[in-house]
């Protein structure tokens, strides 16, 4: 499995950007510590052997997140997966053209990733609750709650520049203050649309959760 990274534009595009090389770097950091989570669906490769112990997708459960679904039943059958960060491996795509379909996105993920190991609900759960956590910090003691934000800010970025250098990406926006408050935007309206029992709306199709 390569990476993704969504080219650099508007931003909503430098967002997107932004958001896709943070998570990408995540798994990456996981798959090194032997926390491999999934395949990025459009940028994988899998031999011809593997598929067909599978039974292929006419065997394979239906998903939202159909990459994931492949991955997983792959592992299962004992081959070894792969993620690949390097410069020419990355598969650059464009992004999406407004918030409303990021959401349909985060919760098409969310929907899909139901079956994902404890493991990476606990890590989604912590990365949820930063926000909510940092305000009730905020109130009892805001001078920490400052302090708290701003080494979130210099090691998430920190790692964010780091990563997109190692990939040799020329063309990569660094909107720090906006990006926060996107990123806190679209966490709360993902959380929001995942609980809500409107059907994900997946390629001009709609499919129940």
């Given at each position: 499995s390569g990476l993704t990274v969504?080219?650099?534009?508007?931003?909503?595009?430098?967002?997107?950007?932004?958001?896709?090389?943070?998570?990408?770097?995540?798994?990456q950091g996981f798959a090194y510590m032997g926390r491999s989570a999934t395949a990025v669906g459009n940028n994988m490769l899998i031999s011809r052997r593997a598929y067909d112990e599978t039974g292929g997708y006419e065997n394979i459960p239906f998903s939202v997140t159909e990459d994931y679904k492949l991955y997983e039943r792959v592992?299962?059958?004992?081959?070894?997966?792969?993620?690949?960060?390097?410069?020419?491996?990355?598969?650059?795509?464009?992004?999406l053209d407004n918030l409303t379909k990021v959401v349909r996105q985060r919760k098409r993920w969310l929907s899909g990733g139901r079956e994902l190991p404890r493991f990476w609900w606990f890590v989604f759960v912590i990365f949820g609750?930063?926000?909510?956590?940092?305000?009730?910090?905020?109130?009892?003691?805001?001078?920490?709650?400052?302090?708290?934000?701003?080494?979130k800010v210099v090691l998430?970025?920190?790692?964010?520049?780091?990563?997109?250098?190692?990939l040799r990406l020329t063309a990569?926006?660094?909107?720090?203050?906006?990006y926060e408050v996107y990123s806190l935007f679209i966490t709360l309206?993902?959380?929001?649309?995942?609980?809500?029992?409107?059907?994900v709306n997946w390629k001009g199709r709609k499919y129940p959760v």
């Open positions: 969504v080219r650099s534009g508007g931003l909503i595009d430098d967002m997107q950007q932004t958001d896709w090389l943070y998570f990408m770097a995540l798994l592992r299962e059958r004992g081959w070894k997966t792969k993620n690949v960060a390097l410069a020419e491996c990355v598969n650059l795509s464009r992004g609750l930063f926000w909510p956590a940092l305000v009730v910090v905020a109130y009892h003691n805001a001078t920490l709650a400052l302090q708290l934000l701003v080494v998430q970025w920190f790692y964010i520049i780091v990563f997109s250098l190692r990569v926006s660094f909107r720090i203050p906006e309206a993902s959380a929001f649309a995942f609980f809500t029992r409107k059907p």
